[in-house]
């Protein structure tokens, strides 16, 4: 079955940076775009970016380009975002999604989420 | 970007209840329109993806309608595990656009 793990969050200072990863199973990886979403505390849900299954096509909200990156590596089934000065604002949990077979942006597959914290 | 407004942001309902949240866009989506429910500390679960067709395993009380901007999630008679947080999404176009949740509550 489709299993998405998330690692790689806690607490950073403003400005700081952080690495979260994404363990993928249960599927051919690489036949899948991927995305991040976030959910700051008490608030809904936000889009924040997206790769294709290669990797070569790659989106961003407004509130993160130039910030964070999103890459994978389909030899190691896993998904990365590279957060870049981190801001209080972007404090939420994480969620690693996968699509619907022949519906990509239709969010099927989520990860149990992984909390960032950003605050001095 | 497309613009989802969801209403109301909250109601209370008794089990049993029909239930109906509405999902505008602010422009056509070409029913590339989902739903999802969030139950509290969890990750969202989809029930409903192109305005209409139920994911599988999803109970057959959910059900969603409507077409071009306007769309409507019901649920037929409220049960007590659908007492949670509902959002809808658009699909169409990037950025992913999500409404701003329907918070159903217990009467």
């Known amino acids: 079955q489709v299993q998405l793990v998330e690692s790689g969050g806690g607490l950073v200072k403003p400005g700081g940076s952080l690495r979260l990863s994404c363990a993928a199973s249960g599927f051919t990886f690489s036949d899948y775009y991927m995305t991040w979403i976030r959910q700051a505390p008490g608030k809904g849900l936000e889009w924040i970016s997206y790769?294709?299954?290669?990797?070569?096509?790659?989106y961003y909200a407004d509130s993160v380009k130039g910030r964070f990156t999103i890459s994978r590596d389909n030899t190691k089934n896993s998904l990365y975002l590279q957060m870049n000065s981190l801001r209080a604002e972007d404090t939420a949990v994480y969620y690693c999604?996968?699509?619907?077979?022949?519906?990509?942006?239709?969010?099927?597959?989520w990860g149990q989420g992984t909390l960032v914290t950003v605050s001095s | 970007d497309i613009q989802m407004t969801q209403s109301p942001s909250s109601l209370s309902a008794s089990v049993g209840d029909r239930v109906t949240i509405t999902c505008r866009a602010s422009q056509s989506n070409n029913n590339y329109l989902n739903w999802y429910q969030q139950k509290p500390g969890k990750a969202p679960k989809l029930l409903i993806y192109a305005a209409s067709i139920l994911q599988s395993g999803v109970p057959s009380r959910f059900s969603g309608s409507g077409s071009g901007t306007d769309f409507t999630l019901t649920v037929s008679s409220l049960q007590p595990e659908d007492f949670a947080t509902y959002y809808c999404?658009?699909?169409?176009?990037?950025?992913?656009?999500f409404g701003g949740g329907t918070k159903v509550e217990i009467k």
């Open positions: 999604v996968r699509g619907l077979d022949f519906y990509d942006y239709v969010l099927t597959y």
């Open positions: 790769t294709s299954g290669s990797g070569f096509t790659i």
């Open positions: 999404q658009q699909s169409y176009s990037i950025p992913l656009t």
